[in-house]
């Protein structure tokens, strides 16, 4: 069954309407017609399945037929990616939708080769919007734009109950990564370098601040890697508990 987005705000009942990108593609791509079934989410864990009333030329008009309530994850995993190359961006944004992390926050590191933008992008959330249409994951993650680096991770994570600091070879490491530290009850935060990765202040800063430092190996990945390996591990145990 297709799926297509509705903002919480814009949620009403019985009947929703889709805007006109989401009509566009429901009615000019996918050449979908009347009275045929179509998922609606609005990403905070809403489902519901419509049929199509109306097809209009700017929007659509659904009934609801039925709406799910998903219960939120007991087990909520944060990344704090270094900010990078924008052409890998997409794909850190695309997985984060698929392996169900809670929020996906770029911060400036010191090593960042670009300056972070002050605030989220449109089109950040519109990719995060389209992986959760594509994989049908009800629960779209909380975008955060961190421009003033470590001390701001720090400071929004106090109350976390697990906080990770994924280091690369070269940097001392309390542990490796292993089942004992993923898909853990509560709020957890797995904090990924950039491209030119952490330098030792940063890594200091963490650790001052309660962060354990993990190896995923000996092997330099890349910081894309490194982060969707960390949430596929997450991902997993996550599934396997269910």
């Known amino acids: 069954m297709n799926a297509f987005y509705v903002e919480p705000k814009c949620w009403t009942s019985p009947l929703l309407t889709l805007n006109t990108a989401e009509s566009h593609h429901l009615s000019k791509v996918l050449r979908l017609k009347i009275n045929e079934k179509v998922c609606v989410l609005d990403g905070e864990g809403r489902e519901a399945t419509c049929l199509i009333n109306e097809i209009k030329k700017n929007e659509t008009i659904l009934e609801i037929i039925h709406t799910e309530i998903h219960e ?3 087990s909520r995993i944060t990344l704090a990616a270094g900010w990078g190359k924008a052409a ?7 997985k984060c939708v698929e ?8 911060w400036q590191a010191e090593r960042s080769q670009f ?13 995060l919007i389209a992986g959760a249409k594509q994989c049908h994951n009800p629960f779209i993650p909380q ?5 003033n680096g470590a001390k701001e991770i720090i400071e929004a994570t106090k109350n976390f109950d697990h906080k990770q600091l994924l280091v690369e070879k070269g940097f001392m490491h309390e542990e490796f990564m292993s089942v004992d530290h993923l898909g853990n009850i509560g709020d957890t935060i ?14 200091d800063l963490f650790i001052k601040n309660g962060f354990k430092t993990l190896s995923m190996g000996d092997r330099i990945l890349r910081w894309e890697t490194a982060a969707l390996m960390a949430l596929g591990l997450h991902w997993w145990k996550k599934q396997a508990n269910q």
């Open 99 to 106: 392996l169900e992390a809670h929020a996906l926050w770029f």
């Open 72 to 74: 939120k994850p007991l």
């Open 143 to 147: 975008l955060a734009s961190m421009p």
């Open 190 to 203: 797995c904090v990924v370098g950039p491209e030119g990765g952490f330098t030792e202040k940063e890594v």
């Open 88 to 94: 890998r961006r997409g794909f850190i944004l695309e």
């Open 115 to 127: 300056p972070l933008a002050q605030e989220v992008k449109n089109t950040w959330q519109e990719q």
